[in-house]
């Protein structure tokens, strides 16, 4: 069964230091990955998605995500972090044999410290 | 357009009561998906419904919980028989069609069983 992994529930980081939110997935087979926030007491916002198309991807807010099949991995960065920014980030990924379902990880919380 | 609405928003609930929660799609959306959130942990799928028929209830527990999606009207998520582990954020999320296009979610049912 795919699964994904995002290594560290806290992130936290200074205003305007870059952010880096980790996430592996285990797939033979790439699939769809998908990154989304969510705002304290919101559901969830789509920040960007791979379709196997570029390998970096490029989402809202100044996000960005690199695909990379090498290390499984499809790591979360913004080169400047906002206050605005601080929330709980999940990756998720769509399997290929069931493309509706999104397998989510455990998510990380974001803090940015003034 | 409005987005996908849900509610009750919170839902307090003891032992035993039932918890019928209600999601409204996004207007031309035919496609609607159920997860769950328990505390401190990712999203988990439950079900995958379209109008009238359901695609996939392999995330449903097996007993006391159910969902519909009527011809007419909201898609309901019922959970009889109401237990403590139970309490957690129900999130339901739309699509235009199925495959790799993206969820729209809803702000989400906070449940609490006392």
């Known amino acids: 069964a795919q699964s994904v992994t995002q290594l560290g529930s806290h992130v936290s980081v200074s205003e305007g230091a870059l952010v880096l939110l980790r996430c592996n997935y285990s797939s033979s087979v790439p699939p769809y990955l998908f990154w989304y926030v969510q705002y304290p007491n919101q559901g969830l916002q789509l920040l960007l998605k791979y379709t196997s198309a570029a390998t970096l991807v490029k989402g809202i807010n100044g996000f960005e995500a690199e695909f990379k099949k090498s290390e499984t991995s499809f790591h979360l960065t913004k080169p400047s972090a906002h206050m605005s920014d601080a929330a709980e980030y999940f990756c998720a990924v769509s399997p290929m044999d069931s493309s509706y379902k999104l397998i989510f990880g455990s998510g990380t919380r974001l803090l940015v410290r003034p | 357009n409005a987005g996908v609405m849900q509610n009750p928003r919170h839902l307090v609930r003891r032992r035993g009561q039932e918890a019928r929660l209600r999601c409204s799609p996004m207007?031309?959306?035919?496609?609607v998906y159920w997860y769950r959130q328990l505390p401190e942990e990712g999203l988990k799928f439950m079900v995958y419904?379209?109008?009238?028929?359901?695609?996939?209830e392999s995330g449903m527990p097996k007993e006391r919980f159910s969902a519909e999606f009527p011809k007419e009207g909201p898609s309901i998520l019922r959970i009889q028989q109401v237990v403590r582990g139970d309490s957690a954020a129900y999130f339901c999320?739309?699509?235009?069609?199925?495959?790799?296009?993206?969820?729209?979610f809803g702000p989400g049912t906070r449940l609490t069983v006392t």
């Open positions: 999320a739309s699509s235009l069609r199925e495959g790799y296009y993206e969820q729209y």
């Open positions: 207007k031309g959306h035919s496609h």
């Open positions: 419904l379209q109008k009238e028929n359901i695609i996939d």
